[in-house]
Every structure is written in C-alpha cells, then in structure tokens.
Nanobody
Framework: QVRLEESGGGLVQAGGSLRLSCAAS????????MGWHRRAPGKQRELVAD???????HYADSVKGRFTISRDNAKNTMYLQMNSLKPEDTAVYYC???????????????WGQGTQVTVSS
C-alpha cells in the first residue's frame, strides 16, 4: 500500500507565500511523475504543476513565475513553493503520484487527501 500525505496549507494574505509538501510512503520501488492539483469552490480540479523523476517541470499558465515545484527523490517527497499568492489561488491542493509499487511491480496512481490553502484579499 502507498500513502501520500500533504502538509503546509493554511491561511495567508494576498502577496504572501506558502510551501506545500507531499510525502509518499509505503511499498514504493520508484516514483515517476508527481504533481499538484487544486480544486477551488465551484470549479473543476485543475493541474497546477507536475515534475518528472528526472526533474522536468510543467506549470499551469496561471501560476507560472509564482509557483515552483521540486522533489527530493531520496525522501520520496515533493514540494510546491507558492509566492505572490492571490485570492484566486484559494483551493484544496492535492498531490498525486504515479508509483511503481514494490509488491505488484506495477505503476499505479495515488492521491493525497488534500490541504486547504486560503488567500485573503
């Protein structure tokens, strides 16, 4: 079994910063692409950023230049540094990962439970 656990959400004023973390644990051989998604009230879930195992990154246009995704493969952990936050960044942020599961030797997708980010104006 594999578990993803997010941390670092909270309440911040517009223009402020937060850093989210996502730690993967369990029966992990390796982790392929990891990503952050978010769901704002009344909106569909959207991809914020993702990062491959080799470090290639991709960002949604709405966060380019403000958010930075990174990962520590040795710790099976991913981060999202969020700067210059705006009220429209308010959402529940979820981490996701494609994991090569040790026992099964298969690639499966896993999701965290989500962490709330609220940006006040």
């Amino acid at each position: 079994q594999v578990r993803l656990e997010e941390s670092g959400g909270g309440l911040v004023q517009a223009g402020g910063s937060l850093r989210l973390s996502c730690a993967a644990s369990g029966s992990i051989l390796s982790i392929n692409t990891m990503g952050w998604h978010r769901r704002a009230p009344g909106k569909q879930r959207e991809l914020v950023a993702d990062i491959t195992s080799s470090g290639d990154t991709h960002y949604a246009d709405s966060v380019k230049g403000r958010f930075t995704i990174s990962r520590d493969n040795a710790k099976n952990t991913m981060y999202l540094q969020m700067n210059s936050l705006k009220p429209e960044d308010t959402a529940v942020y979820y981490c996701a990962a494609e994991v090569r599961v040790a026992v099964l030797k298969m690639d499966l997708d896993y999701w965290g439970q989500g962490t709330q980010v609220t940006v006040s104006s």
